[in-house]
């Protein structure tokens, strides 16, 4: 009897001691996520290997952290074991963690060994899970909402899925020498905060006419910024019309309106500048600020998207809490920017090349007038090169044009956007190429 009773008190101590234990484990005090990494930055920076592992050490006995936070301490302590040997690293370690949350844990990981220069180790972190680009699915619709308050009252913005907001912290040593890159103008901006948040948010929309972004803006000082006694901020805009093509940069102010572009190549028949094409407003919202661009489709008309397209997309907001980024690219750094997709864009081609018909036909008409009053000109011009070539290239486009109205058929539509567009909206560019042939010719008569 006294030996069972013996075995009950050894069983009640046990199961005290694991309940006493369970509850020591739940009680541990849980550490912001922030605190650790800011920590493991400064330890890194120093290079102090030994003074990380301890700091793991304590975190492991004295606190709880999220999932990410336990995956970012294995990748730390595995990449410290491996001495700068990536051969050595091990496995990343099993997690129900989302891929793109542990694709940003890696990229974090490897940040914090380029701060103590071990390169192998932060390329071999870098790339064990390489980075999930963002992808925004645009709706090419028949008509997008127009300007800021269009888009505030729109369906659109009602639905969450259609809200884009996965921002991330601009790289902060990236954005320390962002005074090197003099082209844009980021004065004023606080470029190197350090909140985790982003309070901005974009949707994009498509149809016949162009390309529709609209911004949201969340500011607590809305009244400020209107008064001038705060900043509004300001968005540096980067789109790609496929990889093999000049991308193209504008800077957009949250407030007050404006924008500055900065062309990456000269104008020629294959690229046209932003100037004068980009339209944007921006205006005061119930929680902050709305900023509305759109970009018409003869920009591109040479190339169109298909649906299986992807066209590069850069959205880095400079703001009073600093700088953000959707994608984990940098500025210029187009292979790590977000995507756009397009949806529903086949039934709408129809409707896009018609107005890029009509738009083309009237850029012809409007470059007409000084093309040929120049070439006319009896002191300026030449009235043979006017009369023997000028004019009759005229005609067999001003007759083409003939054929253009609001309710052309699909076939004709579909005729005089591939044989005559290029013609009338490069038209400046054909007469000089018409007006080279000339003067070799006359150079090499005999």
Not at 80 to 106: C, F, G, Q
Not at 145 to 154: A, D, F, Q, R, T
Not at 293 to 312: G, H, K, Q, R, V
């Amino acid at each position: 009897m006294n030996s069972i009773s013996f075995i009950y008190r050894i069983i009640i101590a046990v199961v005290f001691s694991c309940v006493l234990g369970f509850a020591q484990e739940e009680a541990r005090p849980a550490i912001d996520s922030e605190a650790i990494y800011q920590r493991l930055t400064e330890l890194f920076r120093a290079k102090d290997y030994k003074e990380i592992q301890k700091y793991i050490v304590e975190l492991k006995a004295q606190h709880q952290f999220a999932a990410e936070d336990a995956l970012l301490l294995s990748l730390v302590e595995s990449g410290i074991r491996a001495e700068s040997d990536p051969s050595r690293l091990e496995a990343s370690p099993k997690t129900d963690l989302a891929a793109e949350t542990r694709n940003k844990v890696h990229f974090k990981t490897a940040l914090l060994f380029m701060h103590s220069r071990d390169y192998k180790i932060a390329d071999a972190l870098g790339r064990t899970v390489p980075p999930l680009l963002p992808y925004y699915i645009i709706d090419v619709v028949s008509h997008s909402p127009i300007g800021v308050y269009g888009w505030l009252n729109s369906d659109i913005v009602k639905h969450a899925d259609k809200r884009e907001s996965r921002f991330m912290p601009y790289n902060q040593e990236a954005a320390a020498v962002l005074y090197t890159d003099v082209n844009a103008n980021r004065s004023g901006m606080n470029v190197t905060g350090k909140a985790d948040a982003c309070q901005v948010s974009f949707f994009v929309s498509a149809d016949p006419y162009g390309i529709s972004i609209y911004v949201e803006n969340r500011d607590d000082k809305v009244d400020e910024v209107l008064a001038g006694l705060q900043t509004g901020g300001s968005l540096e805009m980067y789109l790609q019309p496929g990889f093999d093509h000049v991308y193209y940069q504008w800077m957009a102010n949250i407030y007050p309106s404006g924008t500055e572009v900065y062309d990456w190549s000269s104008p020629n028949e294959h690229f046209r500048s932003l100037k004068g094409r980009l339209t944007c407003e921006s205006a005061p919202t119930p929680d902050g600020f709305g900023v509305y661009m759109f970009i018409p489709w003869d920009l591109f008309y040479d190339c169109l998207p298909t649906e299986e397209s992807e066209w590069a997309f850069g959205v880095l907001p400079w703001t009073r809490d600093g700088g953000f980024t959707w994608g984990s690219g940098q500025v210029h750094d187009l292979h790590k920017f977000g995507r756009l997709k397009f949806r529903g864009l086949n039934s709408m081609l129809p409707n896009i090349k018609r107005m890029i018909v009509l738009k083309a036909w009237a850029s012809f008409q409007k470059a007409l007038p000084a093309i040929q009053s120049f070439w006319n000109d009896e002191i300026r011009g030449d009235q043979i090169f006017a009369k023997e070539v000028l004019a009759p290239y005229v005609e067999t486009l001003q007759k083409e044009g003939e054929k253009v109205s609001a309710e052309m058929a699909a076939e004709t539509v579909e005729e005089l956007f591939r044989t005559m567009v290029p013609e009338w909206n490069e038209f400046r560019y054909r007469v000089d190429t018409l007006r080279t042939a000339f003067l070799k010719k006359q150079l090499f008569a005999e």
